[in-house]
């Protein structure tokens, strides 16, 4: 009788679906069903999705068969927002460093357009760091755009 329902169609049809069920929730656990956008603000908490809403987000990482290491942002925004976001997240707004810094530089192969962070003029508009949700982030203010990138805290 056991032979004879291990060899049935239920059977099998019931070892597929569990198959199929563990490789769905496999995969729904690791992101996969996730846009760039959501990921980035899952990873950036409740105090972070503010920032994200209206950008155009890319991701990049070293490993495709991974979750990306860092995602880029860009939208528009006046002072005043950018200081309200940045201040609600508990990052301090400071003038934007004289020193070219090379994490605006987009990774080879990134293309983000409207991205111009690391041209902009040294010293000029706003900047705030700091770690928010599981991410580290840098913001940078300028002349009405908001230029965000968030790298994964290890």
């Known amino acids: 009788m056991a032979r004879k329902l291990a060899n049935g169609p239920k059977f099998k049809l019931v070892v597929l679906l569990g198959v ?3 490789a769905w929730f496999g995969l729904a656990e690791m992101g996969f069903f996730m846009s760039e956008k959501s990921e980035l603000k899952r990873l950036l908490g409740e105090g972070g999705a503010g920032l994200i809403d209206g950008a155009e987000v890319v991701a990049w990482g070293l490993d495709p068969d991974h979750k990306p290491d860092a995602y880029y942002a860009l939208r528009g925004m006046d ?26 530089k987009l990774p080879e192969g990134v293309k983000l357009p ?4 690391p041209s902009l003029p040294a010293g000029e508009g706003l900047q705030a760091r700091g770690g928010m949700g599981d991410a580290n982030v840098w913001l940078r203010w300028h002349a009405g755009k908001l230029y965000i990138v968030a790298l994964r805290a290890s």
């Open 20 to 22: 199929f069920l563990l």
């Open 79 to 104: 002072e005043g927002g950018f200081r309200r976001l940045a201040t609600q997240a508990g990052l301090p707004v400071v003038p934007a460093s004289a020193l070219a810094e090379a994490i605006w």
């Open 114 to 117: 409207g991205w111009a962070a």
